[in-house]
């Protein structure tokens, strides 16, 4: 899924994604609270300083996504893969 198309669904009062392939899509800076993205490719996605609090992000490939600056406070990220990823800055409160 592209980035407009997956915005333009959430804009729209969707919010479960489950094993939604976003690999490689620019979503730097978005707010997408409360999303469910369990089971997501999320492998190289840029997700700087976007807020993504009080998500369900079981079991999401995170590897080589660039998390700087993003707010994860109270999100799932149990089984979650995040290797080589970028969390500078990243806030992981209660996650």
């Not at 998390?67 to 149990?78: A, E, F, G, P, Q």
């Amino acid at each position: 899924m592209n980035r407009q198309e997956f915005l333009d669904r959430y804009q729209a009062g969707e919010r479960n994604f489950t094993y939604i392939d976003l690999s490689e899509v620019n979503l730097s800076g978005v707010n997408l609270q409360g999303v469910n993205l369990t089971g997501a490719n999320l492998t190289g996605v840029n997700l700087s300083w976007a807020v993504l609090s009080k998500t369900q992000l079981v079991g999401v490939c995170f590897r080589r996504a660039d998390l700087r600056s993003t707010v994860l406070t109270r999100s799932n990220l149990n089984q979650s893969n995040l290797s080589g990823a970028n969390l500078t800055k990243a806030d992981l409160r209660f996650a």
